[in-house]
């Protein structure tokens, strides 16, 4: 009867308290009261744990939303098992009551201290609102002082030209109006600049009445039209406009025209039996220019005089008109020029196939180039020839023959006289064969040093790989080349005798940098209530084109996959243990990692898992076994009827949770949840060591449950879609796929 006495004392103690504590959290006019007991029992000989609602009272003048309350406890003697109530939106001046409850433990044994509890409540104030006004059509200051009158602020202002709103005016604004802003908000607005100007369009060298359709076109009107004589466009066709082509100007503006009246037209003087620069000099005083000359014997007009004109003297021709001349050789040329080919020289290698040839002539009266040929092996040869009056370049259009090659070079000069010239070299334009046979491409060392080998062709007589002189043996090469940190291009070149060289490359890198390794599960300090232990971490080896490195955990192969390592089961001692992780690379080099864990053997009941670990499998693939957890004593025998929290984790970061009843031996098909929201990432849902991923869903509890009378166990409901594994890229996936899992 005493201990039944005692029992109801400290219900009556915690209840006063609970309901006497006010909230100065995150949100002032928020208070948690009125506190109702949903169940309480006896946990240990001194320990009792209470659950309860509470409600949540707004006395402000404004609406708090996504209301939650977190309670902690100062106290040792005094323990929150769950403190976290969601309240949802509160109005002001309303109460609401918690969808969940929370749950308090209280050794009986230490005197239960008020002060020792305290509430954190956190919410969102509903912002206050203002309609935007419609400025749109006002002008730009009418506008300006209607909004800073409805207590707005002016935006950003830009201007736009408009067809249909006046300069000066809004076309736009942004927010629209009527939308709700806070007070203070900025205005855009869009200004207009009437309308856009047109481009001028470009009607110089058209006739006139296409060029006016144009500028009719184009919104414009033609202007003034004179009109002028022009040597280059032909009459009635526009010399010139103003404005220029391209110029922005009003829709309607006039442009101005220059009609062309056609070149103003002299006679051609008479020139013919004139010595050639006096010929000249008749041509420019007459506004004419002289055109091609060329050179021809005659037995009648002396040398350097005009044979003939063209056009004849007396036609009419536009100013600056060319005028061609014929002027004399004097008698009949009997003499060959004098032709040589200078390049290539003779008996010289060239390293390509269509080699430029280099060709110089000369004659005493003159050479006709025209007349220019070559001939490679007998065959006519297709050149490109850049020419002067004494010589010039001439590069084969196709490729000449490998090997020995006879090139002939024909002139004439302007009496027709021949001359030919040869000259005969080797064509070797097949490029130098040679190949690195080691180290492969792409290879990672962390040597020093390195043994270039390789091969050549026959001929090679010296060979070096990246400036260090190579041996040359028949046709084989080597040579020691160093290594610089980070990625290294070898370069092995090859030279014949007559100079021709050949290359052949690879890449190796040099990789001296230990893997990066960090152990992220446990945390360093953790202290387990297991004998056994996985560890989860990060391996990072930044050498291009490096593989994963190979990751030990205290002794134990880890399991590596994109970056991330996991050793399932290392055993602990009791007391401190040091888990160190060595994550090796490709070439040796080494990183460390550890972190201290402690063992303890476990006090009171704690969950274990029996069976279904570290199974591996496809993503969304069942997998052979459940996964099975098992409550236990601190003898090892099953436990009933536990409360036990799953926590779901992002990184290290906890974000949602869930408090589930398991039986003696709980398996994870199926689970039942007691009302909330569980938010799932991809690391998923932890229980014990192993992870179960999942997706975002949200329950409730129906309605009626909240006038229930008290039960001993959670009241239980179904997720409306089940819990599926689901991943983005491949990975391991070590939990079972649970295809009807309810939470």
């Not at 060298?205 to 414009?220: D, I, N, S």
């Not at 390509?352 to 025209?370: E, H």
């Not at 689970?671 to 229980?687: E, N, T």
Request: neutral net charge.
């Amino acid at each position: 009867m005493t201990h039944s006495v005692g029992r109801i004392a400290l219900l009556l103690v915690l209840v006063t308290v609970l309901c006497t504590s006010l909230v100065p959290a995150a949100v002032t006019d928020l208070t948690v009261g009125n506190y109702r007991l949903v169940s309480s029992k006896r946990v240990t000989r001194t320990a009792f744990e209470y659950t309860y609602r509470a409600n949540v009272t707004n006395a402000g003048a404004v609406d708090v939303l996504n209301v939650t309350a977190s309670l902690t406890s100062r106290a040792a003697s005094t323990v929150v098992i769950e403190g976290n109530l969601t309240f949802g939106d509160v109005p002001a001046g309303h109460t609401v009551t918690s969808s969940d409850t929370f749950t308090i433990r209280q050794d009986r044994r230490v005197a239960f201290k008020p002060a020792d509890l305290v509430w954190t409540v956190t919410g969102q104030e509903r912002p206050v609102t203002l309609p935007v006004p419609n400025v749109v059509g006002l002008p730009q200051q009418q506008a300006i002082d209607t909004l800073t009158g409805a207590s707005l602020a002016v935006g950003m202002g830009t201007m736009e030209h408009s067809e249909t709103v006046p300069v000066g005016s809004v076309i736009s604004q942004q927010p629209a109006a009527g939308t709700p802003v806070p007070p203070g908000s900025a205005v855009d607005l869009v200004v207009s600049l009437g309308p856009a100007p047109v481009p001028v369009p470009d009607v110089v060298g058209q006739e006139r009445a296409a060029a006016k359709a144009a500028l009719m076109t184009a919104g414009l009107a033609e202007g003034t039209v004179t009109t002028a004589h022009s040597s280059t466009v032909p009459a009635g066709h526009v010399i010139s406009q103003s404005p220029v082509a391209g110029t922005p100007v009003p829709p309607g503006t006039a442009v101005d025209l220059v009609v062309s009246l056609g070149p103003v037209l002299v006679p051609v003087p008479d020139v013919v039996g004139q010595e050639q620069t006096e010929a000249v000099s008749t041509l420019v005083a007459a506004g004419l220019a002289v055109g091609n000359i060329t050179m021809a014997h005659s037995p009648t007009v002396p040398a350097g005089h005009v044979i003939s004109q063209l056009p004849v003297a007396g036609a009419s021709v536009a100013i600056g008109s060319l005028v061609d001349l014929v002027v004399s050789l004097g008698m009949t040329d009997t003499t060959p020029p004098v032709v040589t080919i200078t390049s290539p020289a003779a008996g010289s290698v060239v390293f390509q196939n269509r080699p430029p040839l280099d060709v110089s002539y000369s004659d005493a009266d003159g050479v006709n180039t025209a007349s220019l040929s070559l001939t490679a092996n007998g065959v006519a040869l297709q050149v490109d020839c850049q020419l002067s009056d004494t010589g010039g370049r001439c590069t084969p259009t196709a490729a000449l023959p490998e090997g020995l090659v006879m090139v002939v070079a024909t002139v004439q000069d302007l009496a027709g006289n021949p001359a030919s010239t040869q000259t005969e070299f080797t064509v070797d334009s097949v490029p130098l064969a040679m190949t690195i046979l080691a180290p492969a491409d792409g290879l990672i060392t962390k040597d020093a040093e390195i043994q270039v080998t390789g091969t050549v062709e026959v001929g090679v007589i010296a060979a070096e790989v990246n400036g260090v002189a190579a041996s040359v043996t028949g046709t084989v090469f080597s040579a020691t080349v160093p290594l610089r940190a980070g990625v290294n291009m070898l370069v092995a070149v090859g030279t014949k005798a007559n100079g021709k060289t050949g290359t052949a490359s690879v890449e190796v890198t040099r990789d001296t940098v230990a893997p990066i390794v960090r152990i992220t599960s446990p945390r360093d300090g953790f202290v387990a209530v297991n004998s056994a232990i996985t560890v989860t971490g990060q391996v990072n080896d930044t050498v291009t084109g490096g593989t994963n490195a190979r990751v030990v955990v205290n002794g134990v192969e880890a399991t590596v996959m994109n970056g991330s390592f996991m050793a399932m089961e290392l055993p602990l001692v009791r007391g401190t243990n040091t888990i160190e992780a060595v994550a090796t690379d490709a070439v040796g080099n080494e990183g460390r990692h550890a972190i201290t864990v402690t063992f303890e053997m476990p006090v009171g009941a704690r969950i274990a898992l029996l069976s279904g670990n570290g199974q591996a499998g496809t993503v969304n693939q069942s997998l052979a076994m459940p996964l099975v957890a098992v409550v236990r004593d601190e003898l090892g025998n099953p436990v009933a009827g536990r409360l036990v929290r799953f926590e779901v984790t992002r990184n290290s970061g906890l974000s949602g949770y869930t408090t589930l009843i398991l039986p003696s031996v709980a398996y994870m098909s199926p689970l039942m949840a007691v009302g909330g929201q569980l938010s799932c990432s991809r690391s998923g849902i932890r229980l014990g060591r192993v992870i179960i991923a999942c997706v975002r869903q949200r329950w409730e509890l129906p309605a009626k449950w909240s006038s229930a009378p008290r039960h001993s166990r959670q009241q239980r409901t179904k997720f409306s879609q089940p819990m599926v594994i689901t991943s983005a890229a491949p990975l391991v996936n070590r939990s079972p796929r649970l295809s009807k899992l309810w939470w």
